[in-house]
Each structure stands twice: as structure tokens, then as C-alpha cells.
């Protein structure tokens, strides 16, 4: 079965770090562009970061120096480790394999006191 599994999200106070996965299944995930994207209630969703097949990466301004993407093609695994949280970061997260046009099932993240 083609899918995307992600794990990693809950609840953080403001400054804390969290790590999210995204297990890909069912296809040859080394081969594949990923992305992160997020989306709080009532925003538009917005690509947080990207990785390409070569390990070349990309952020959205708001996330650079704090988060940082990588993946694990012996794992078929993609990570978004982010630290100094802050409630802004408060959303919904997915990962998106680019070829296969597929969606993870998203993980809640919630920056709070």
C-alpha cells in the first residue's frame, strides 16, 4: 500500500523541540522530492520546508535557523526537527512525497503554557 505515516506531534510549551516523522510506504521513497507543510484553523497551508533526492533543503522564513528537515533513505524516513517553538508554530503538519502527488495523514503540533 502507497502511503505516508507520520508520528512525532502533541503539545510543547513555547521554546521546546519536538521531532516529527514521516514513514514512507510502498514506493522508492530515495527517488522522491519531500516537503512539510502545515495548516493552522482558518490559514491558508504553507509549505515549511522541502528536501530534494540529493539532500539539498529549503525553508520558510518564519522557520529557518529553528527547524530543520532531513531524511533517512535506509529508513524511508523523512524528519522535521523543530526547536524554539513558538505558538505561531501551532498547526497541523504533513508530509508530501512531490512525485506521487501523496499526503500524509497530518500530525497536530501545538505550541502552549
Known amino acids: 500500500q502507497v502511503q505516508l505515516v507520520e508520528s512525532g506531534g502533541g503539545l510543547v510549551q513555547p521554546g521546546g523541540s519536538l521531532r516529527l516523522s514521516c514513514v514512507a510506504q510502498?514506493?522508492?521513497?530515495?527517488?522522491?522530492?519531500m516537503r512539510w507543510y502545515r495548516q493552522s484553523p482558518g490559514k491558508e497551508r504553507e509549505l515549511v520546508a522541502s528536501?530534494?533526492?540529493?539532500?539539498?533543503?529549503g525553508y520558510v522564513d518564519s522557520v529557518k535557523g529553528r527547524f530543520t528537515i532531513s531524511r533517512d533513505n535506509a529508513r524511508n524516513t523523512l524528519y522535521l526537527h523543530m526547536r524554539s517553538l513558538k505558538p505561531e508554530d501551532t498547526a497541523v503538519y504533513s508530509c508530501?512525497?512531490?512525485?506521487?502527488?501523496?499526503w500524509g495523514q497530518g500530525t497536530q503540533v501545538t505550541v502552549s503554557s
Open positions: 508530501f512525497a512531490m512525485t506521487f502527488n501523496l
Open positions: 510502498g514506493f522508492w521513497f530515495t527517488c522522491v522530492m
Open positions: 528536501i530534494s533526492t540529493t539532500g539539498v533543503t
